[in-house]
């Protein structure tokens, strides 16, 4: 059995210092690996990101993360990853990672995502090049990620992205913004490998569980709709909600 503490949309910077310190300082008791699905920081500062490294930093379990929009926000998302990946963390953009976790291997496929909508709904790349741009920037990094996930040979595989797969974990977030929350492809991309969760953020107001349509069990572990430090999900062991804990 492999267990995964998972949030998003941690937003951390000088206000949020020690806020989840409490319940991180319990994780190696709780879970294998902690996985944050973008949103580390409010603004995408070098500053924020180094609060980020110090809340999150030497927790004694392995720290994958990808960044989110917000994380973007500066234009300095290198420099933020810079500094994350110096305080021991895994930064993924359309790659991923095999972590050795006692004697089983849990393969990483991460990427930030990207919006566009879902079946019925969903933008095209018809018309003007801005519109172009935005779908085809959708489909580079779907097809990064499905590519990643395909690549790893582990024994459970995990999707990491702060934009939403499917719609279902949107649920409770305003219908009209649904395009700009996350994409069909990237469920896709993740129905295209033998992905056993999907993980995924970005939906404050969205709902935990969801599924993509070729089955694989998603869940959006944004802050605030988790309402604490982390969720621990289990994997090879049937049920991926059988080892969550309150913290
Ligand atoms: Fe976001």
Excluded: W
Excluded at 37 to 58: I, K, N, S, W
Excluded at 118 to 139: D, H, I, L, P
Excluded at 147 to 166: F, I
């Amino acid at each position: 059995m492999i267990r995964i503490a998972a949030v998003g949309d941690v937003h951390v910077d000088k206000d949020v210092l020690g806020r989840y310190r409490p319940a991180l300082e319990e994780l190696p008791g709780v879970a294998d690996a902690l996985l944050i699905a973008g949103d580390l920081t409010r603004h995408g500062t070098v500053e924020e990101a180094e609060c980020m490294a110090t809340e999150f930093g030497d927790l004694g379990v392995p720290v994958v993360v990808v960044l989110g929009n917000h994380d973007h926000q500066s234009d300095q998302q290198d420099q933020v990853a810079g500094v994350l990946r110096d305080a021991g963390m895994t930064v993924l953009e359309g790659d991923g990672i095999v972590l050795e976790l006692h004697g089983h291997r849990l393969g990483i496929a991460g990427a930030k995502g990207f919006g566009g909508g879902f079946a019925g709904a969903c933008a095209s790349s018809f018309g003007e090049r801005e519109m172009k741009n935005f779908v085809g920037t959708t489909e580079a990094i779907a097809e990064r990620l499905g590519a990643s996930l395909r690549a790893l040979d582990c024994d459970a595989l995990v999707a990491l992205t702060h934009y939403a797969p499917v719609p279902e974990t949107l649920a409770g977030e305003p219908l009209e913004i649904y395009p700009f929350l996350g994409s069909y492809l990237l469920g896709q991309a993740i129905d295209s490998a033998p992905t056993a969760l999907a993980l995924h953020g970005h939906a404050h107001h969205g709902t935990e569980r969801g599924r993509t349509p070729g089955g694989v069990p998603v869940r959006n572990v944004s802050h605030p709709v988790i309402k604490q430090a982390y969720n621990v999900y289990q994997l090879l062991s049937g049920d991926v909600d059988a080892g969550l804990v309150a913290v």
